[in-house]
Antibody, heavy 116, light 113 residues
Framework: EVQLVESGGGFVQPGGSLRLSCAAS????????MDWVRQAPGKGLVWVAR????????SYADSVKGRFTISRDNTKNTLFLQMNSLRAEDTAVYYC?????????WGQGTLVTVSS | DIVMTQSPDSLAVSVGERATINCKSS????????????LAWYQQKPGQPPKLLISWASTRESGVPDRFSGSGSGTDFTLTISSLQAEDVAVYYCQQYYTTPITFGQGTRLEIK
């Protein structure tokens, strides 16, 4: 069974940093591209970042470019999102997603709240 | 960026009746080399992550009831629920995965009348 379990969310002040993790199991993690998607409270889905299967290529939404960094450890079946210079508008549930062209599997999400 | 626009924003349908949600992309998501539309539909119930219902505009995922169907090509797409059930109450999103940035429609809230 495919499982994606996010962690690392929490409350942070504007300008602060957080590192999200996504532990993957039930599939060959190193074979799949992985993405992060976020959803602000009561709002729609917004794509954040993508990493290819071997970690050699990344892509970011303009809203996070230069502030967020996606990475992965294929030896530990884990995806990461380093979030720096956080803003109030980054407040959202962050989902880890397995990509097979479209978004096949989603984690349950982890909530990030940016507030003073 | 490809802008995805859904209509309507919300919809109330009686149990057993048909529900139709439309999605329009600002440019074609049909990849000419393989004639596939890079368009997916997701269902999100309250407190849950989204669930993939349909990929390639019309391919229903395993386990998805056959009352759900997708159609369309190029820039205009439709999700149809042929006979609405109470458990179909959710927000539905279309998504283009033709190119990054990946973009979603704003969502359509489906309720029971």
């Amino acid at each position: 069974e495919v499982q994606l379990v996010e962690s690392g969310g929490g409350f942070v002040q504007p300008g602060g940093s957080l590192r999200l993790s996504c532990a993957a199991s039930g599939f060959s993690f190193s074979s799949y591209w992985m993405d992060w998607v976020r959803q602000a409270p009561g709002k729609g889905l917004v794509w954040v970042a993508r990493m290819n299967s071997d970690g050699s290529s990344t892509s970011y939404a303009d809203s996070v470019k230069g502030r967020f960094t996606i990475s992965r450890d294929n030896t530990k079946n884990t995806l990461f999102l380093q979030m720096n210079s956080l803003r109030a508008e980054d407040t959202a549930v962050y989902y880890c997603v397995r990509v097979n062209y479209c978004f096949e599997y989603w984690g349950q999400g982890t909530l990030v709240t940016v507030s003073s | 960026d490809i802008v995805m626009t859904q209509s309507p924003d919300s919809l109330a349908v009686s149990v057993g009746e048909r529900a139709t949600i439309n999605c329009k992309s600002s440019q074609s998501v049909l990849y000419s080399s393989n004639s596939r539309n890079f368009l997916a539909w997701y269902q999100q119930k309250p407190g849950q992550p989204p669930k993939l219902l349909i990929s390639w505009a019309s391919t229903r995922e395993s386990g998805v009831p056959d009352r759900f169907s997708g159609s369309g090509s190029g820039t205009d797409f439709t999700l149809t629920i042929s006979s609405l059930q109470a458990e179909d109450v959710a927000v539905y999103y279309c998504q283009q995965y033709y190119t990054t940035p990946i973009t979603f429609g704003q969502g359509t809230r489906l309720e029971i009348k």
